[in-house]
């Protein structure tokens, strides 16, 4: 049938990790399979040899990735700048652990999002400028000026002291 797509639920990776320690517990929350949003710092982007998209984001010390099946719409997922803040909405995907059967509950030890299209990922904040290769760049760049201008003066006082030896021995 058709109904209404359920809302996202804004989680955190604590939240979907936590060791249950009874059912109910377990039962209450289990977020396998469901509609979540995620916010945390975008870590990188691949492309996966299909044309999938799949991105790493730091959500508080833990790091999730959310996979883009879909070819045709990753542009706005290249467009992204690694440490930019991003939410992004998916269908969580827990991984447990596996010790089953075993007498304590199954407990998860990882979680990954699936992406339904590239807008499903939206930039809360943009990353700054300033990469660390930028700043690597003019850096280098400020001391090759340096060091050229430390060479052309040296030349200049050479030629100085030239001048001035042979202005000397003239009188």
Known sequence: GEAPVPAPVAISPEVVLLPASRVQDRAANDWDGRLVSLTGRLEKVETLKNGARQIFMDCGGHVVAALLDRADSGASIDALRPGST???????????SETWPSPRFVDPIDMS???????????????????????????????AI????????RSLRR?????????????
């Not at 030239?162 to 009188?171: D, F, G, I, P």
């Open 86 to 96: 991003i939410a992004a909405t998916g269908i969580c995907v827990v991984d447990y």
């Open 113 to 143: 999002l699936l992406l339904r299209r590239g807008d499903d990922v939206q930039v809360l904040q943009v990353a700054s400028w300033w990469t660390p290769l930028r700043l690597r760049l003019a850096l280098g760049a400020i001391l």
């Open 146 to 153: 340096l060091l050229a201008s430390l060479m052309w003066a």
């Open 159 to 171: 030629q100085v002291i030239k001048r001035t030896a042979a202005l000397a021995s003239e009188t």
